[in-house]
């Protein structure tokens, strides 16, 4: 089994900044994948940012967000700057390990004055 804990979410100002760590646990071997989701009530999980051989950005955080990797922690990083109020969600870590998923707890994010 893998487990992830993130931390880093809170509550910011817009035009603010954040940094989200999420750190995997456990059996860790072949991970395919570790990136960041978001969810706000009543929508689906979406895709912020995602780490595979290449690096994916959704569009609405391209050139604000930043995401990394430090492989020998098997932490993943996430650096929000720029921050706006749709930015606001639960954000979960993802790990894809041999084609299974994991997913972290969730952390809030909330953007607002």
């Known amino acids: 089994q893998v487990q992830l804990v993130e931390s880093g979410g809170g509550l910011v100002q817009p035009g603010g900044s954040l940094r989200l760590s999420c750190a995997a646990s456990g059996s860790i071997s072949q991970i395919l994948a570790m990136g960041w989701y978001r969810q706000v009530p009543g929508k689906q999980r979406e895709l912020v940012a995602v780490?595979?051989?290449?690096?994916n950005y959704a569009d609405s955080v391209k050139g604000r967000f930043t995401i990394s990797r430090d492989n020998a922690k098997n932490t993943v990083y996430l650096q929000m700057n720029s921050l706006k109020p749709e930015d606001s969600g639960v954000y979960y870590c993802?790990?894809?390990?041999?084609?299974?998923?994991?997913w972290g707890q969730g952390t809030q994010v909330t953007v607002s004055s």
């Open positions: 993802y790990l894809n390990q041999k084609l299974v998923p994991y």
């Open positions: 780490v595979t051989s290449n690096i």
